[in-house]
């Protein structure tokens, strides 16, 4: 039995980017740019006032000035501004040769042609051509994810079509007899399938959204017929165990995978398998829910985001532990769901219900999974991996 890291650094070894595509912005949030995306031009493309107000030139004194024309956010500004004259400007618009300073509309007493100017302020008000990007300039690195405003930066520079690193297209297997989908009654012994959903939201949650779902008994020969339809990444839910029903890896094997694991000192999750063929990865993941949720968080989120070409997010948080807390040690490396909130100015934690890792209903309210092994916790803090904003 291989302990997580390393299992974690297999995965690292034996996955690579997908191949880079174009998308449009629309579909390209939290991808990874397979390219460095340049400026176009010059950003802002000339000086622009940051203010409504009044445009003169630089070192004047005050007073009063002729208003000689007005300049909307478009507009292209004509006659260069003299000595003694203002320009009514807008936010946005470019500001005229000669103009060297926007005076706030609220510092400003107009009246008829004339503006009065008792004070200048400190600040110029004027965004300066080039001060944000030239051309050419790297404005995003390749690796870059596209976040939203990292998308408003590709808009403004026109770039619509991103080369971004391909995301993996995944299928997924429910196995075994006893699951009946969620929206039917299940007969006596049976239950309904929990995985699928879980692991569809999981996926979306990564960004991953070409999901397809297939159920299959307990059946070697049908499993390995499904297990070779086309896909990046291949997830089967249930028969990763010693059972005789458990088919999982030995369906793999038939389809010409390579199995790199097959068991992890990890709890939940112990007989979480790993495969490849080519470009191809599968995990086969242990049937239990919590297992999946644990299973997903530790080593197929570490898949997807090597597939998709993003820097994996694995850092720890040390987190105080709510009082009284005890957590159960184990063997195996636990990693415990748990709800991490702000308490007076700082984060505190506390482990969720955990009865057995077939038990969905203690995820409630999961937002962090506390790693639990020799050196965690130590006093009253523990290493937390968090999941998501604990707010
Ligand atoms: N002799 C041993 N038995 C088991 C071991 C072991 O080391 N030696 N490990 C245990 C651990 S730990 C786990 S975890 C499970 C994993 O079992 P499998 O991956 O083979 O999964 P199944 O047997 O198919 O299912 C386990 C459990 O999960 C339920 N399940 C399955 N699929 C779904 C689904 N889509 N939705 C909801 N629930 C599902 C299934 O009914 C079982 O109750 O093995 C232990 N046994
Ligand atoms: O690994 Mo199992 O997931 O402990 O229940």
Known sequence: MISLQEARRIITDSLAPLPAVNLPLAEALGSALAAPVLADAWYPSGDRATMDGYVIRSGQETGEFTVVGELQAGSIPGQPLA????????????????????????????????????????????????????????????GSRLGPAELAMLAQVGAVHPSVVRRPVVRHIATGGEIVPPDQTPPEGKIRDTNTTLLHALLGQQGVSSVSSSHCADDPAALADLCAGPCDLLLISGGASVGDYDFGAEALRRCGFTIHFNKVNLRPGKPLTFATKGSQAAFVIPGNPVSHFVCFHVTIRLALELMSGIAPSWSFLDVELSDGTILKTDPRETFWPARVEPADGALTVSPLRWSTSGDTFSLAGTNALLQVNESSPSGNRVKTLLLAAPF
């Open 83 to 142: 000595e003694g004259q203002a320009i009514r400007i807008f936010t946005g618009a470019l500001v005229p040769e000669g103009g060297g300073m926007v005076i706030p509309q609220e510092m400003a007493e107009r009246s008829g042609d004339t503006v009065k100017i008792p004070i200048f302020p400190e600040l110029r008000f004027i965004r300066a051509k080039g001060s944000e990007a030239q051309p050419g300039a790297i404005i995003l690195p390749s």
